[in-house]
């Protein structure tokens, strides 16, 4: 049974910091791509991120969010820098079995339950 938990969340004031968790049971993570997708209130979830074998970021985060995994633990790793109050979501992270990464949400298959992040300006 395949399940994706998230956790790291919380509050943060604007210009911090937070690293987020996706620990990932069930799957190899080596054949899976992982993607972090966002969803603030009232929007549409958007994505942020993957990693396969290329690492690939949404505009909005370039520079500022690192992705990484460590195959060992089963986990995905999502650092966020110099957040912003726009930064505020329920950060998700999804998976598919694909050879390369994609951002087209419609094509994962498992998801966690999301971690609340809050940017106070």
């Known amino acids: 049974q395949v399940q994706l938990a998230e956790s790291g969340g919380g509050l943060v004031q604007a210009g911090g910091s937070l690293r987020l968790s996706c620990a990932a049971s069930g799957l190899p993570l080596m054949s899976y791509t992982v993607g972090w997708f966002r969803q603030a209130p009232g929007k549409e979830r958007e994505f942020v991120g993957s990693?396969?074998?290329?690492?690939d970021y949404a505009e909005s985060v370039k520079g500022r969010f690192a992705i990484s995994r460590d195959i060992a633990k089963s986990t995905v790793y999502l650092q966020m820098n110099s957040l912003k109050p726009e930064d505020t979501a329920v950060y998700y992270c999804?998976?598919?079995?694909?050879?390369?990464?994609?951002?087209?949400?419609?094509?994962?298959?498992?998801w966690g339950q999301g971690t609340q992040v809050t940017v106070s300006s």
């Open positions: 990693i396969k074998w290329s690492i």
């Open positions: 999804e998976a598919v079995r694909t050879v390369i990464g994609t951002p087209d949400r419609a094509r994962y298959d498992y």
